[in-house]
């Protein structure tokens, strides 16, 4: 998706709905609002996700991370329970929120539709959060989480050659920094990342960051403030870790699958970390959604394009995985 294919276009009906129902809703912009009114106003979300996708198990678990012991939800959905005898592909599933906000009881929806939609075991990692809990101790969360997958594959009836990683937004820049970290460490890499809109870069110095700047859900504003609640200090934020498309090289990183949103301010940074993944030898499968909105993978209940992409993820794990 070009830049000049958004010239003179606005999001379709159902993002524009959802827009004008959030802007009536009222309240202060992230960057302006408090951190206890930015956390519970993402509860405000939860008529957009739907109904709750039926498991077959859902398990809760406290596992052992850096700095604290940390929640992870284990879900199971009803097509791992028809072949249980046979180990189980899994996400490893770190949510979006700015790394600011959410939690794995707002994100339960997603992560349920997940799950049902791909066959795929998600567990999902409630890692801290910023600015209580800045860089490292997110990303430690979640190399945690996915650690202790790897860990406990055959108590959680997983495959271990097919477990992976996924985050939407603040979730996919954490996904795409374990894939790095483990590279880097020397450790056994997840076998897929799935990455949602994801925040890349912290300069947000591009095309999609200026023409969706505000109005369209997630403000740039609002995207600069969080990197700085994220990464308060400055030196930090060119390391990899922390923005994945500054690393010099992302040769022999994992298979990715890269969802795009059109009316996002992540837009052209995600279709950057694409081309420079696929320009590094990495196989990249690009999900490109034209005429939504950034977060819409928590809008099943308002945007059809959910229940698309997740159909469209789901086609590309088989692809990757066989």
Not at 151 to 177: C, H, K, M, Q, W
Not at 198 to 226: C, I, K, N
Not at 290 to 316: K, R
């Amino acid at each position: 998706m070009s830049h000049k294919s958004s010239q003179g276009r606005r999001p379709d009906a159902q993002a524009t709905e959802v827009l004008v129902q959030r802007a009536a809703a009222g309240g202060l912009p992230m960057h302006l609002a408090s951190l206890p009114a930015s956390r519970a106003a993402q509860w405000e979300w939860l008529p957009y996700m739907g109904d709750l996708a039926p498991m077959a198990q859902v398990d809760n678990r406290f596992i052992a991370a850096p700095t604290a012991e940390i929640p992870v939800r284990v879900y199971r959905p009803l097509k791992a329970a028809t072949a249980a005898d046979e180990a189980q592909p899994a996400l490893v599933a770190f949510h979006g929120g700015c790394w600011v906000v959410g939690n794995i009881d707002i994100s339960e929806r997603p992560h349920r539709d997940l799950a049902a939609a791909t066959g795929c075991v998600v567990i999902a990692v409630n890692y801290q959060k910023a600015p209580e809990h800045p860089f490292p101790v997110p990303l430690d969360d979640c190399l945690a989480g996915y650690e202790w997958v790897r860990a406990n594959a055959t108590d959680l009836g997983v495959d271990p050659e097919r477990i992976g990683v996924v985050g939407d937004s603040a979730g996919g820049n954490l996904a795409a920094a374990v894939c790095l970290a483990a590279r880097e460490r020397g450790e056994p890499m997840p076998a897929v990342q799935v990455l949602l809109y994801p925040a890349v870069d912290h300069a947000l110095q591009t095309a999609s960051a200026r023409d969706f700047a505000e109005g369209y859900g997630l403000s740039t504003a609002d995207m600069r403030w969080s990197w700085e609640q994220y990464v308060p200090d400055a030196a930090l934020r060119d390391d990899p870790l922390v923005s994945p498309l500054r690393a010099p090289s992302l040769a022999l990183l994992p298979p990715a699958v890269v969802v795009i949103a059109e009316f996002d301010v992540l837009r052209d940074e995600g279709l950057r970390y694409a081309d420079r993944l696929e320009a590094d030898g990495v196989r990249v499968a690009r999900l490109t959604y034209d005429g939504t909105i950034h977060g819409f993978w928590w809008m099943a209940n308002a945007v059809d394009q959910c229940h698309q992409m997740l159909d469209d993820v789901s086609v590309e794990l088989t692809a990757i995985w066989g």
